[in-house]
């Protein structure tokens, strides 16, 4: 039986932005490995027009409101995702990195340019 898509029951905005970091955390660019596995996001993406780009992919600006919302923050990181000190720092545990929101092909899209 495969793993549950979001069991941990995360709203739509929630689910995006950790989606974002999981992305980010897959570069090397972007991110920092710690010997616990967890991830050290160093940069957060900068919107130009309607959208930005992570990593090889891009995504739409309107996906990404979250990066910036200290509630969806908190709620990841009491729910075991992130450590984070808002809007500052951010460290995407392994649960963060390996939980399934279901929406990763959904916001994040092969890249043109």
Request: no cysteine; proline share 6%.
């Amino acid at each position: 039986m495969p793993p549950k898509i979001n069991p941990l029951k995360l709203n739509p905005l929630q689910s995006k932005t950790l989606v974002l970091f999981q992305e980010l955390a897959r570069s090397d660019e972007t991110s920092n490995t710690l010997e616990s596995g967890d991830k050290v996001l160093t940069t957060l993406p900068q919107p130009h027009g309607n959208h930005f780009h992570v990593g090889r992919k891009v995504v739409m600006t309107a996906d990404a409101t979250g990066l910036a919302n200290q509630a969806v923050w908190v709620a990841l990181e009491r729910k075991g995702l992130i450590r984070g000190t808002f809007p500052y720092a951010l460290t995407l545990t392994k649960a963060g990195q390996d939980y399934d929101t279901g929406l990763a092909d959904k916001i994040l899209h092969g890249s043109d340019h």
